[in-house]
């Protein structure tokens, strides 16, 4: 796979966000931007400032702040309006809303400037705050949009999978018990929950009638994989099987993740091994 494939895979990746997380998320942001416009006039003295024999403090903190109160106004005016109606939220949306935020903090600040030194917006002061904006920000953003993304990964996996119930309609699932014959379990692909193995026994977790139940079969895991021939019934450990459907949190990280499973207390581990394959769900 080429680096641009793999850079095209990223940006098309579904970008965990929601209005909730949106406000914390934001709020971060702003404050990041406030500080980094501060410290970057403050220490550097663009824009005329090394000649400037005022507060060269106060108009400082006064552009770091006018450059946080406008991250926090955009995220209302145009990230939460446009979220709203993106069916799948990607990195790629998250970096085209980044980049017109940058455009936007530059014009504020371009008027700022007009205001505090009392000279008219021109086009080459607007292309000197967007070039120093943007040289800052092509380090900052992507860092900050992938560690986002890896950090909400973390903690809220089970928002990204794709949880395919066409594949899994009208299919049924035989589950084969090697003492008794006639024990065999014949249940709907979509009832299948989960697997364990017991010992010498494999405990299956499954609805009926839309109620949890249980039944214990003498089988191994190999068999019972090979059995299952539904693309999102996987093994995620040497001694679990799960549906991918039934997962209602996941947190965790590519050493490992923990599940939960829908009407279940127990807590399923996915090893490394196979997190790649749990990932693989994520559309």
């Known amino acids: 796979m080429t680096e641009i494939q793999r850079l095209t895979d990223f940006l098309n990746l579904r970008y965990p966000a929601n209005d909730e997380h949106g406000v914390r998320n934001w709020a971060r942001i702003a404050f990041i931007v406030c500080m980094t416009v501060f410290l970057v006039l403050f220490l550097f003295r663009p824009f005329g400032l090394s000649n400037y024999h005022g507060p060269v403090l106060e108009v400082c903190i006064c552009f770091g702040l006018v450059s946080f109160f406008t991250t926090l106004l955009y995220r209302f005016i145009a990230f939460k309006p446009i979220f709203s109606r993106v069916k799948t939220w990607r990195v790629w949306h998250q970096g085209v809303l980044v980049f017109f935020l940058i455009v936007v903090i530059s014009l504020v600040n371009v008027a700022a400037h007009a205001l505090f030194f009392g000279v008219p917006p021109s086009l080459k002061l607007l292309a000197g705050y967007l070039v120093a904006t943007f040289s800052i920000a092509l380090i900052i953003a992507p860092i900050t949009i992938f560690m986002s993304y890896n950090q909400m990964l973390r903690n809220r996996l089970d928002m990204l999978i794709n949880k395919d ?119």
């Open 165 to 283: 119930s066409d594949v899994q309609q009208g299919r049924t699932v035989t589950l084969h018990d090697d003492a008794v014959k006639t024990n065999d379990l014949v249940i709907d692909a979509a009832d299948f929950i989960y697997a364990e193995v017991r010992k010498n026994n494999i405990k299956v977790y499954y609805l009926k009638s839309g109620e949890l139940a249980t039944r214990e079969l003498r089988t191994t895991m190999t068999a019972l994989v090979s059995s299952i021939d539904i693309q999102n019934i996987i093994q995620c450990h040497r001694s679990f099987v799960i549906n991918v459907n039934h997962i209602t949190q996941a947190k965790g990280n590519s050493n490992g993740y923990k599940l939960k499973l829908d009407k279940c207390t127990d807590v399923i581990p996915v090893s490394r091994t196979y997190v790649p394959l749990l990932k693989s769900f994520i559309a």
